[in-house]
């Protein structure tokens, strides 16, 4: 069975300030994909990234950047120089390779509150 | 925006009655997937449409049904509504049906009283 655990609930920074939000997972595939997606209050899910299990190099987007440590299970997100745009909702999620390799498992979201 | 639509927007309906939500998917993506979201917790997969059949499902009763059309559009059909069935619907379009990035719609609120 797969499984994402986003272990923080909600954080709140004010704005400038650089977050990490943390993803560990779960899994017995051995090529597996890790996603990244924000959920603004609007509720409409917003693809962010997607990483494979063979690519451990680690990426940066602007002020966004991801670190994937395979030995630990985690694929953490950070945002530099966060701002009020950021404030939402931001789910891990995981994809296998075998069976049920279709459907995302996402881990139960951390809300990120950044303050003026 | 993604160009995956949704409708309806909201809907309300009561215990035992039936609800079809409507999903367009986005140009080019032939795979369309369907997820609950509770209040508070992430997406949980229900099912999986690849040209026009059913392929994967998640842990959901059958009284879960869905359809794809020739267009790759789709259907959720959830009969005898309960109360816990008050979610946010999000539909999600893809290019095919494995490990692929998933682009989700703005979702469908169902309260069910």
């Known amino acids: 069975a797969q499984k994402v655990t986003q272990a923080q609930t909600e954080i709140s920074v004010v704005e400038k300030e650089d977050v990490t939000l943390d993803c560990v997972y779960e899994?017995?595939?051995?090529?597996?994909?890790l996603f990244w997606y924000k959920q603004p209050p609007s509720g409409e899910l917003v693809f962010l990234i997607r990483?494979?299990?063979?690519?451990?190099q680690n990426e940066i987007s602007g002020r966004y950047s991801w670190n994937f440590q395979k030995s630990t299970s985690s694929f953490n997100f950070t945002i530099t120089a966060s701002q009020v745009v950021d404030s939402a909702v931001y789910f891990c999620?995981?994809?296998?390779?075998?069976?049920?390799?279709?459907?995302?498992?996402f881990g139960k979201g951390t809300k990120l509150s950044v303050i003026p | 925006e993604t160009g995956v639509t949704q409708s309806p927007t909201h809907l309300i309906k009561t215990r035992g009655q039936q609800v079809t939500l409507r999903c367009s998917s986005q140009?080019?993506?032939?795979?369309v997937s369907w997820y609950q979201q509770a209040l508070g917790q992430g997406p949980q997969f229900i099912f999986q449409?690849?040209?026009?059949?059913?392929?994967g499902r998640g842990n959901f009763p059958p009284r879960f049904s869905g359809l794809q059309f020739p267009n790759y559009s789709s259907e959720l059909n959830v009969n005898a509504l309960e109360l816990d069935d008050s979610a946010l619907y999000l539909c999600?379009?893809?290019?095919?049906?494995?490990?692929?990035?998933?682009?989700f719609g703005p979702g469908t609120r169902l309260t069910v009283t």
């Open positions: 999620a995981l994809s296998g390779s075998g069976a049920g390799s279709y459907q995302l498992t």
């Open positions: 449409y690849y040209r026009e059949e059913e392929n």
């Open positions: 140009s080019g993506h032939n795979t």
């Open positions: 999600a379009s893809s290019l095919g049906p494995r490990t692929y990035e998933q682009y």
């Open positions: 990483r494979n299990s063979f690519d451990e």
């Open positions: 899994t017995r595939d051995t090529t597996y994909y």
